[in-house]
């Protein structure tokens, strides 16, 4: 049986749009102190450290070479991850495997971007296959609109249920001191921003940020005599569905079973949780666009198919309500990309500890599911849980 692992110390930076007064490694420094302030440690504690960030965004080859002093690297062993969206969940996930493993007692698990650096688009644009793809390659902004069209005609959605999704997101965010965008909009706002591909609207989109966040990792022996109250990472579960684009064929096809349900499945299975919206008391899904919200509840199962708009409508997903999500205000209000999915775990161990502040849920916070994404429907999940 593989050592319990739980997280012991969590730090992150204020987010913004810019970030001129630092650069890189000065950001990164600024989430791992407050992450080992958090724990009561000090660097010389940390038995390995693992880091993430999407190289390309910031125009750097193998940017940990260039972020040693500002993570605490120096001489000690790790890794350096990329999965694309999924970065940051990815991360945590390495850092698990680390302390499950039996081989180290303590991983410091860092997630950042500085999306100020370089234009990420140009990025995005170009990492597509250049004769056959490029041409046809509309971005994040097309997957989400081809989504939305979708969700509308098969169940009756309409462009209202998106933007009320974003406006509770929205109110969410402006509890959080750390966001991003802290935006007080209206159903209205929403509907009259600009087009970027119909139905997806500009503020129906998550934002490029600045910004870093850090989690410490330990095992069950350390965990136990932690300075704060240990939130156990009770089980993981990832599943990846490369794109599909050879000379002639398809381009981002889209199977009758998604990634998304046959990790959720698996993970569900293994811990006896037989009806999500009751077994799970906080959700920090990595939801991209407002339009994401309703299949996204749809394929973790926590609600049946086509029944997801009607329950934001009823507002259940509020910071009060039934099912809370996204109650940091989720990946639409602050998107550091490598550092978004690990901002998901952090924010929910903040809630498991009962620290999330003005963003705290009302209802008893005991279990959560923390999720990262990315645009090859590659998916991480986390199951967190006050107790063992």
Known sequence: MGERVAIIGIGQTDHRYLRSDINHEEMIYEAVRKALEDADLTIRDIDTIIIDNMDLFEGHYLSDAMSVDGAGMYLKPGLKMNTGGTSGGTAVVTGWHHIASGL???????????????PSISALVTAREPLYDRGM???????????GLKYMREYGCREEHAALARVIMADNARRNPHAHLKLDLTIEDVLKSRVLVWPVR???????SCGAAALILSNENKSRRAAKPPVWIKDIETAHREQSVWRGGCVEPNPKVTAIEVAASKLYRRNNITKPSRDI??????????????????L?????????????????????GEIPIEPSGGVVSTNPIGASGLIRVAEAALQLRGEAGERQVTKKAETAIATAWGACHWIVILYLSKHL
């Open 104 to 118: 180290f007692e303590t991983a410091l698990v860092i997630g950042w971007e500085k999306q100020d650096a370089a």
């Open 137 to 147: 390659g509309a971005g994040a902004v097309g997957i989400f609109a081809t989504m």
């Open 202 to 208: 500009l503020l129906h989109m998550s934002p490029t």
């Open 281 to 298: 008391d906080v959700w920090e899904l990595y939801t991209p666009s407002s339009w994401a919200l309703f299949p996204w509840m749809e």
């Open 300 to 320: 973790f199962s926590i609600c049946e198919k086509g029944e997801a708009w009607r329950l934001v409508e009823k507002e259940v997903i509020r910071i009060e």
